[in-house]
């Protein structure tokens, strides 16, 4: 994402060099234009850096991210306009005559852009973390569910659950040898029972995974699970993705 925008900026940076030119009518350089924003090359290996270095200390205190952001951000605005004006001048030397002087550009760029580089350096690293928060969190399932079965609220454990298929508008449960037709769809089932245990493996079916007893397949993307009650359950390439540890 941030090579792309990077791009973007840079192209449209150029673009501007030439309409201005053409406006005022002075004489348009590609080279020096190219040169000038190579500004913007810094900021994709800055980003990248200060992303790890915020994310490795990650403050807990919120209070504190805020003057630690800005501090990096300040810090590496500068470095940035160092760097660039560094690379301004080396570059200017080898191809320009006379040489641009190291305090006029960076004089020129501390005044014109260093309020840009700080609210990128600020902003994207808050973006970053708030986008990269911790997934590894562990949702925990209960061991009973409860059923509305006509005027009656039954529970039964989990682990007795070997099947669910859809019977529009319910669902149906299979416990042992009952049939339970339940007011509730699939897609809540998915919320409330461990998909590690539990797989969707087609629009209308879940099965709980230790109760196959074979999977076989179809030769087109689609398998056959055969349950241990003898039942034959379609597996649907479209849910290949949750049923896929059956076969490996």
Not at 19 to 38: A, D, P, V
Not at 45 to 51: A, C, K, R, S
Not at 159 to 174: A, E, F
Not at 194 to 216: C, G, M, N, Q, Y
């Amino acid at each position: 994402m941030y090579f792309l925008i990077v791009v973007f900026v840079f192209l449209m940076a150029i673009l501007q060099d030439y309409i201005y030119s053409r406006i005022q009518q002075t004489g348009f350089y590609l080279l020096e234009s190219l040169l000038y924003n190579m500004f913007w090359g810094f900021f994709i290996p800055f980003t990248i850096l200060i992303n790890r270095l915020i994310k490795a200390i990650n403050p807990k205190n919120k209070l504190s991210r805020l003057p630690l952001n800005l501090g990096i951000g300040i810090v590496f605005s500068f470095f940035n306009i160092l760097l660039f004006t560094c690379l301004f001048v080396f570059v200017s030397s080898l191809i320009f005559t006379p040489t641009h002087r190291f305090t006029n550009i960076f004089n020129a760029a501390f005044s014109n852009q260093f309020y840009i580089a700080l609210l990128w350096y600020t902003i994207f690293p808050v973006i970053y973390i708030a986008n990269h928060k911790p997934t590894n969190l562990t949702k925990s399932f209960s061991d009973i569910i409860k059923f509305k079965v006509g005027s009656k609220i039954i529970t039964i454990p989990v682990s007795t659950i070997q099947l669910i298929s859809t019977d529009k508008p319910y669902s149906v449960v299979y416990v042992g040898d009952r049939k339970i037709l339940v007011n509730k769809s699939l897609k809540q089932f998915e919320t409330e029972l461990d998909p590690t245990i539990f797989l969707r493996v087609h629009r209308s079916t879940i099965i709980k995974a230790t109760h196959v007893k074979e999977v076989k397949s179809r030769s087109n993307g689609d398998y056959d699970a055969t349950l241990k009650n003898g039942q034959v359950i379609r597996l649907s390439r479209h849910f290949r993705s949750n049923w896929e540890p059956l076969i490996q």
